[in-house]
T-cell receptor, first 114, second 111 residues
Framework: DTAVSQTPKYLVTQMGNDKSIKCEQN?????MYWYKQDSKKFLKIMFS???????INETVPNRFSPKSPDKAHLNLHINSLELGDSAVYFC?????????????FGQGTRLTVV | DAKTTQPPSMDCAEGRAANLPCNHS???????VYWYRQIHSQGPQYIIH???NNETNEMASLIITEDRKSSTLILPHATLRDTAVYYC????????????FGKGTTLSVSS
C-alpha cells in the first residue's frame, strides 16, 4: 500500500482553468503538507495542516486553496491557472505528536500549464 | 531560508564510501540534523537524523562534530541507485514542523 498517494500524477491544462490535486495518506499522521518544486528544482513549503487546521501558509497566492476534509486527506485547489504555476507539487505527511518526526512524501504531481 | 550549506555536487565511484558534508554553524540547541534525498524527481525520502551523537541505520551513518556546527552523511558502499540530490536540514525536534529544503548536494555515483 502506498503511504502517501497523489492524483493525478500528470496534469496538463490551459491557462485560466481551475484544477485540483488530491492527496491521501494511510499512515494515521496528524500533519500534512504541500510543497512546490519549480523548474530550478527548489523545494518550497506551501501549506501545512495539523488535524485539519491550517498551520503554515507561506506567501502563496490566494488562487491556491488547500482543503482538508479529514486528517487523512489534503487536497490542493488552484484557480485561474497561470504559466508560472507549472511545477511538480508534492504532498507529505508526518506525525503530529510523539517522538517520530519523519515525513513521508508522495510521488508528486507534475502540473503543466499551457 | 535554509540554515545549512552543502557543496552543490559530488562524485563517487560505485562501491566506495560517499561522504557528504554539511555546514550548520548557526544550529540551535534544540535543533536536530536531518538528511533526506530525492532520486530523479521522486518524492524526497528520509535517510537519518541526529542531535549530537553519531547515528547509524540500514541506509547510512551520520557523524556530527562535537560543536555541532557541521556533519557528514556517509553512504558506506555507494551504488548507482544512490545517485540523487541529498538535503541536509536542521529542524526543531517537534512533530508537525515543516522541512525547509536548501539546494542540496547532487551526488553522482558512477561505475
Amino acid at each position: 500500500d502506498t503511504a502517501v498517494s497523489q492524483t493525478p500524477k500528470y496534469l496538463v491544462t490551459q491557462m485560466g482553468n481551475d484544477k485540483s490535486i488530491k492527496c491521501e495518506q494511510n499512515l494515521g499522521h496528524d500533519t500534512m503538507y504541500w510543497y512546490k518544486q519549480d523548474s530550478k528544482k527548489f523545494l518550497k513549503i506551501m501549506f501545512s495542516y495539523n488535524n485539519k487546521e491550517l498551520i503554515i501558509n507561506e506567501t502563496v497566492p490566494n488562487r491556491f486553496s488547500p482543503k482538508s476534509p479529514d486528517k487523512a486527506h489534503l487536497n490542493l485547489h488552484i484557480n485561474s491557472l497561470e504559466l508560472g504555476d507549472s511545477a511538480v507539487y508534492f504532498c507529505a505527511s508526518s506525525p503530529g505528536t510523539g517522538m517520530n518526526t519523519e515525513a513521508f512524501f508522495g510521488q508528486g504531481t507534475r502540473l503543466t500549464v499551457v | 531560508d535554509a540554515k545549512t550549506t552543502q557543496p552543490p555536487s559530488m562524485d563517487c565511484a560505485e562501491g566506495r564510501a560517499a561522504n557528504l558534508p554539511c555546514n550548520h554553524s548557526t544550529i540551535s540547541g534544540n535543533e536536530y540534523v536531518y538528511w533526506y534525498r530525492q532520486i530523479h524527481s521522486q518524492g524526497p525520502q528520509y535517510i537519518i537524523h541526529g542531535l549530537k551523537n553519531n547515528e547509524t541505520n540500514e541506509m547510512a551513518s551520520l557523524i556530527i562534530t562535537e560543536d555541532r556546527k557541521s556533519s557528514t552523511l556517509i553512504l558506506p558502499h555507494a551504488t548507482l541507485r544512490d545517485t540523487a540530490v541529498y538535503y541536509c536540514i536542521v529542524r526543531v525536534y517537534q512533530a508537525g514542523t515543516a522541512l525547509i529544503f536548501g539546494k542540496g548536494t547532487t551526488l553522482s555515483v558512477s561505475s
